[in-house]
């Protein structure tokens, strides 16, 4: 007589092979933990053995073993969300199988790791109303600090993605949904083949790939004083920017502006002789990012997994010359009521109209100029974070080839696009793409100043267009309009 406990674990360990031979279709085997037969953890697929080609029908086939495999937890409550993660955390949206699905990751921005649903509660309602979404993606998000400097955070987000290409089955590349600087840590994880290989495709939403002007320190302080009057203006708006990147440096460090387009002055030593003095040494040498020029120009990874999304609030220095004065002096009340006096409440939206005001207002260098040239506009088309230009993830060269001043520029820069698909949207701020607000109540129905022709969409509906792939206008040469115009530019070759 076997004791009972040997008897079970000698049935649980020829089970799989009798659920296989059972198999009405062959397509899949269980794999068990004989540690735990009746527990409902869940299980990762096993591809029916296929038979080698010089085998007959009925041989013996190879057959992988898989091990079972932990169900990742759903996301925390707020009270295990006040922790500082010390690593990269995956979740589930829900407890429901993934089956025929393909895994759908949500990678938050700056701050997203102390939010409930990491941020992602309003986009995930919108895109669970959809049947086709439903049937098609499952859910997942990954949590990391967003205080730590990227290439700290880099090697664990790299081992995420292998878990969760694992987890899906290992046969289901990834496709990934990611905010701001969510987009630069999956942008730096490509640079691993593997990794690149477990992706399908990303979808970026305000990512500054070539950085910000925002993130260079003494370059945003001297254009403060530059463009500012009145001492109180200058020492209110220098000490706020002085205290919120003093809890921030890591983004002076990862994301500060890469200067493709030479437009950093070269100034020197500047202070300034009031309470709360400004001062500081701006130089390119000092401000520039050589790092982000060699993820941009060194790390070859395949950009046509990427769609990216760009966007950009209107203010003053958009609007032609002859109109800009007297749209000043007529709109500054509103200003004040909608944007300075909330802004100095910390609300989201009238601090991105109010940092989107003050870098389209930055002092720059000008080639064949000694002296920094005052109101440029240079930067004018951004959504409170990140430039348009840095937003579409556009090729180096094509920054100094192709500045972006006005709204009729854009169109300018359809011919220098590399990556899958890009989009730009007139009228929104870094965090339209998360809560779906536009200003002073306008439609929430967004057109693609890329795209002009194809029907306008929330920005919501835009995100389910390019997750599903569905169909879009068509030009006569029968491929699609954007496509149409991703013709070589010679100029950037």
Not at 441 to 465: A, C, Q
Request: glycine share 6%; aromatic share 10%; with cysteine.
């Amino acid at each position: 007589m076997y004791p009972k406990k040997q008897i079970v674990t000698a049935v649980l360990a020829i089970l799989p092979a009798i659920l296989c031979n059972l198999s009405a279709d062959g397509a899949e085997c269980i794999a068990l933990s004989p540690e735990s037969p009746s527990s409902a953890t869940a299980v990762t697929p096993v591809p029916a053995p296929v038979p080698e080609p010089d085998k007959a029908p009925g041989a013996p086939l190879k057959q992988e073993v898989t091990l079972s495999v932990t169900p990742l937890p759903l996301p925390p409550d707020a009270k295990k969300l006040k922790v500082r993660p010390t690593t990269v955390e995956l979740f589930q949206h829900d407890e429901e199988p993934i089956g025929n699905r393909r895994p759908l990751l949500l990678l938050h921005g700056l701050n997203g790791e102390y939010k409930q649903g990491f941020r992602w509660e309003r986009v995930v309602e919108e895109f669970q109303k959809d049947a086709q979404f439903r049937d098609s993606y499952k859910i997942y998000y990954a949590r990391f600090d967003t205080y730590s400097l990227l290439a700290s955070t880099k090697p664990e987000f790299k081992k995420a993605i292998r878990e969760l290409y694992n987890y899906a089955g290992g046969n289901r590349p990834i496709t990934i949904v990611a905010l701001s600087l969510g987009g630069n840590l999956v942008q730096e994880a490509m640079e691993d083949i593997d990794v690149q290989h477990s992706i399908d495709k990303v979808i970026t939403l305000g990512t500054p790939f070539h950085g910000s002007p925002l993130f260079c320190y003494d370059w945003m302080r001297y254009s403060l004083i530059k463009t500012h009057e009145l001492p109180w203006v200058r020492a209110d708006l220098g000490v706020s920017y002085k205290l919120y990147f003093k809890q921030h440096p890591n983004l002076l460090a990862d994301l500060r502006w890469d200067n493709s387009d030479n437009g950093i002055p070269n100034v020197g030593k500047f202070k300034t002789h009031i309470p709360f003095s400004i001062g500081g040494n701006l130089t390119p040498a000092r401000m520039d990012n050589p790092r982000i020029l060699k993820v941009n120009d060194e790390i070859r990874i395949d950009k046509s997994k990427f769609i990216c999304y760009g966007g950009y609030l209107l203010t003053p220095y958009v609007t032609p010359h002859k109109t800009r004065a007297w749209r000043k002096a007529v709109g500054w009340p509103w200003w004040f009521v909608t944007c300075t006096v909330p802004y100095h409440m910390a609300f989201e939206h009238p601090v991105l109209r109010a940092l989107n005001y003050e870098m389209g207002n930055m002092v720059i260098g000008e080639a064949g100029s000694a002296k920094p040239v005052l109101h440029s506009s240079r930067y004018s088309l951004n959504d409170g974070i990140t430039p348009l230009v840095s937003a579409l993830f556009l090729p180096t060269k094509a920054l100094a080839t192709h500045p972006i001043n006005r709204e009729p520029d854009i169109k300018n820069i359809r011919s220098s696009i590399d990556v899958r698909r890009a989009r730009a949207f007139r009228q929104i701020d870094h965090i339209t793409f998360i809560d779906n607000y536009r200003p002073d109540g306008l439609s929430k129905s967004l057109r693609d100043e890329l795209s002009p022709e194809l029907p306008s969409r929330t920005v919501f509906d835009w995100m389910l267009t390019d997750l599903l792939d569905r169909g879009e206008s068509v030009a006569a040469g029968g491929e699609s309009s954007l496509e149409a115009s991703k013709t070589p530019n010679p100029s950037l070759e």
